[in-house]
């Protein structure tokens, strides 16, 4: 099956993928042993693509978009892959290199606007603060360019205003001049899209954007995501652990369980025919209007500890078609099914 | 309007300063004894006329409502009445003595908070490190010392022993200083009197040192704390996302909301620094109020004991004030 | 159970329970702070000072206000004219400084117990009532805490001893007047915030009349913090407590202080530094070991009071 993105072709003819990672791992150490928060993950971001990665809390989700920006807090640390963007490896860069990387070509938002947003300064501050960090509006020339830069401020509110604008946020001029905790979590949410826009970046994390916010502000912050895709061709790599924002949103999915790849594939044929168990396991969860009245069938078991991964393939103990072959391996291998998903099941 | 504000708070700490007057003058009147008898324990036979005379002087004859209405009408009008001892009043020996006590106030504060700041931050960004353990550790120490032990144990070991720095006094004794403010270390930079400069801050530091090793102790503490708290926030995280320098993320994203419930401390620890102000100027033979109120004390010299501790009050009050308004200045979800 | 169940035991029997958890909850306690290195010799070390405070008699080696003048100013057993006799030396009387400080002990830990104990019981039980019942008694009282708390601690504590004269009772009255504050304000804080659960509501609702309400629920659930409080304080009470009897406002001679003694010991400090020096450290070792015991209790039972 075949599925045409928005961005099909780059301009020199190959499909080079804008962000790769390659069998990235990141690991935590704790007392009770090392606990690997992504475990070889690999996957490919094209521009312009709207990615989603599902999983419960602690599969790894959100430490991946860390890992990729490098932001992974102490004691984390990656050990082996790479990530590539735009065929360099971001591993390997200086940490003053992924300091003019982050705001500028790659950005994210964060689950709890309220807290994202530091309730010391002004939100539109907090905007052009992105803007200064990368010099997106240089220095005019002249004598006193030093101390005060009247022209690059002007420029500066104009290009915040302008941001806010762009992301829904009613009389910009005078909601820049608000601290966050006046904003409801819809505008904050808003906000913190416009900090990471504003220096329009190419690929755009969102961590959880719409776990705090209601059903209806929901609606709204995603279709300002797609908005967003549309207009700048931004890259979009959704994390989440709502099935449905991702079905609704995403072109491409993938699910992540104990830190490892699952599944993934392009959005409709997974969720129509899901065939990793614990993806199955994740549909079936999701209350269908319309569908005859099933009872919701959750998936048995608790999260795993992941300091303690029993062996083999880590949803086994909580599988309804798990094979004794699926504690015995010693990493369940990635199949690539003809239609192109991969999927991590012995099944297969 | 945050001056019309500021402008509120200020005449809302007059009731206060009002109820301070009261209780002190309350503090007075608990004296067992009567305050002429105490007044004339040296003076041998005294006649009854001198006696009479002396109530009337301190208004001791009058029923206790009249002296508390003509104390506190004293007060409004800046008079804090006379001297048992030194017959002058008491207001002019406070002010002559005042520049000595705040230049070791703002020493101490400076010390305290020049230490502290950056022995919280450090700690709090590394966490666990030698540095935090041993900061820690001695900032334990500052907090379970006494001042007065502290200063003697500086004296000892440094003007005593090692000779380095001398032991009592605010000046030398030779060194001619033109006064302008009476803050020597001040008047000496205004001047341009390097000779009096080096001698005086020689002068000021055990002092400082030991009455504001306990505040830096306690403040050093609460900042990591809250810097522990802050820098675990998201918006730190997103700071560094938007590719901060590591520094100004530290300082200007992470200091500033760490800096809100630090900052209430450091007006509580005022207080810390004008009571314990006393006991280092004893301790140092410092030339300042505090030294002045305990001579006052055991001389019986009630205006005078009155007088200061008003003072004291006061400006524990002013700065308590000051605190509050950095407090709005710094935590927008708060106005005054 | 075989109890009889007359109305007196019906009454007794929650109380009996709560000492029966009350008791199996201090063993808790205690079985955690052991697993803290730094709570542990905090503990271990109070513990002592206790015990040499309450041993005074037997322990300390000669008698703490008779001295002999042509024993005087001699240096500590370890320095070159020192005499094993007198373990820490004698002052500038004669008298041996090991027991004075052995003696000292007492009025040092006498002090802050009471102080503390008078003022948290003081503090907490107008806090309690006063966040209960709201109303012109808590203005009337919060009004008046918020005007001590215009007083420095030991401004206070100075002004007070001034006008009342030195002397133990009334060191403990100046430091109860304006210690109880902070509990105060702990206590009615807590009280407020308890008011309005759910196991104050269902007491009303049984019929409960509103002290045993505080007395019996609300009082067990802010304990800890009270006592956590508690530690905390008896540090600086010590503290103060030393610091006037520096000034000479505080405990008199002939009875031993730590505080006097250093004192005592700032003439000689050049050529008998001992005399002032060692005092100090005691001082300082028991305020140190209170800490660190206070802080470990906190740690395990209020780690919310961390930020203060």
Known sequence: MKFSLEVEEQPGGTRFPLLELKDLTTVFPTQRGLVRAVDGLSFQLHTGEKLGIVGESGSGKSVTLLSILRLVPHPGQIVSGGVHFRGEDLVAKSATEMRHLRGKDIAMIFQDPMTALNPAFLVGDQICESLRIHNAIPRSKGPFSRLFDRQRKAAEFERVWEAMADVGIPVPRQSARRYPHQFSGGMQQRALTAIALACEPQVLLADEPTTALDVTIQAQILALLDKINQQHGTAVVLVTHNLGVVAEFCQTIIVMYAGQLMEKGHIDPVVEDPKHPYTRGLLRCLPRIGARREKISPIPGLVPDLADLPPGCPFSPRCDRVMPQCSQVETVPLTELPDGRLVRCLLY | MRAVKVLERLLATIPIMLGVAIVVFLFMRLTPGDPVDIMMGEAGYVSEGEIENLRREFNLDKPLHVQLYLFLAGVIRGDLGNSYTKHAPVSELIAERLPATLELALGALIFGLVVAMPIGIVSAVKQYSVVDRVSMAGAFLGISMPAFWLGIILMLLFSVRLQWLPVAGRIDYDASLQAVTGLHVLDSILTGNKAALISSLRHLALPSVSLGAAMAATVARILRSSMLEVLRQDYVTLARAKGLVEFLVVTKHALRNALIPTVTVVGLQVGVLLGGNMIVETVFGWPGLGRLVVQAIFSRDFPLVQGAVMVYAFTFVMANLIVDVLYTYLNPKITL | ?308
Do not use: C
């Open chain 3, 1 to 308: 159970m075989e109890a009889q169940t007359t109305p007196l035991n019906r009454a007794l029997y929650p109380f009996k329970l709560r000492l029966q958890l009350w008791g199996r909850n201090s063993l808790n306690l205690l079985r955690e702070l052991g697993k803290q290195p730094s709570a542990l010799l905090g503990g271990l070390l109070v513990v002592l000072f206790v015990l040499m405070a309450v041993l005074a008699p037997f322990i300390s080696p000669h008698d703490p206000t008779k001295g002999n003048l042509r024993e005087q100013l001699i240096p500590p057993a370890w320095e070159k004219e020192g005499n094993p006799k007198f373990l820490f030396g004698t002052d500038m009387q004669g008298r041996d400084l090991l027991s004075r400080i052995i003696y000292g002990a007492r009025i040092s830990l006498w002090v802050g117990i009471l102080a503390v104990g008078i003022s948290a019981s003081i503090g907490t039980a107008l806090g309690a009532v006063s966040g209960y019942y709201r109303g012109w008694l808590d203005t009337l009282v919060s009004r008046f805490a918020d005007l001590l708390m215009a007083f420095p601690f030991l401004i206070f504590a100075i002004g007070m001893m001034a006008f009342l004269g030195p002397g133990f009772t009334n060191l403990l009255l100046a430091l109860t007047l304006k210690g109880w504050v902070v509990f105060f304000r702990l206590a009615r804080g807590a009280v407020m915030a308890e008011k309005t659960t759910e196991y104050v509501e269902a007491a009303k609702v049984v019929g409960q009349s509103n002290p045993v309400i505080i007395g019996s629920e609300i009082l067990p659930n802010i304990f800890h913090s009270i006592l956590v409080l508690g530690t905390l304080r008896m540090g600086s009470m010590i503290i103060t407590e030393a610091s006037l009897s520096f000034l000479g406002l505080g405990i008199q001679p002939p009875t031993p202080a730590w505080g006097s003694m250093v004192a005592d010991g700032r003439d000689y400090l050049v050529t008998s530094w001992w005399i002032a020096t060692l005092p100090g450290l005691a001082i300082l070792v028991l305020v140190l070991s209170i800490n660190l015991f206070g802080e470990g209790l906190r740690d395990i039972l209020d780690p919310r009071l961390k930020v203060e």
